[in-house]
């Protein structure tokens, strides 16, 4: 992968996580990728990596993405980025359901990716904090002492 290529990369995931397609984000893995992150539980395949998406697209239609930054070393990529939406749509998450509260919320991560030598994701792993997430939605929040 070149710089150019990654630029391109990170101009398609941009553009598949703004339009809410999950058959877009499902074309940058790998067959047998792997996305690991805080609010899911590891998701292999190229399907599943793409999926883990689909419970925040449906509580935050209007979500959108900002890319800020991103670095591109050999077969790695960094990418830091902001998404933001309100949520009005039930929240699936591994640990239960979340009614809609109507609020806005405003979440800052970072993800690496791992790349095949065709350019394809193998790994992702995202960075952010679901307790930040959690209070924006107004939900109770217990902190480690």
Do not use: C
Request: aromatic share 14%; net charge neutral; hydrophobic share 40%.
């Amino acid at each position: 992968m070149t710089q150019k290529d990654f630029d391109k990369f990170v101009a398609r995931l941009g553009e598949a996580l703004n339009r809410h397609d999950l058959k877009g984000l499902a074309a940058l893995y790998a067959e047998g990728a792997v996305r690991i992150g805080p609010a899911w539980s590891e998701a292999r395949g190229r399907e599943a990596a793409a999926n883990t998406r689909d419970p925040l697209f449906r509580a935050f239609p209007n979500l959108s993405v900002k890319v800020h930054r991103y670095f591109w070393a050999g077969d790695f990529g960094f990418v830091e980025w902001t998404w933001a939406g309100t949520h009005t749509s039930l929240y699936e998450t591994p640990q239960g359901t979340i009614a809609p509260t109507g609020k806005r919320v405003e979440l800052s991560g970072v993800s690496i990716f791992e790349f095949d030598r065709y350019g394809y994701i193998v790994k992702e792993q995202a960075y952010f904090d679901v307790m930040t997430m959690m209070s924006q939605m107004g939900q109770q929040v217990a902190r480690a002492a």
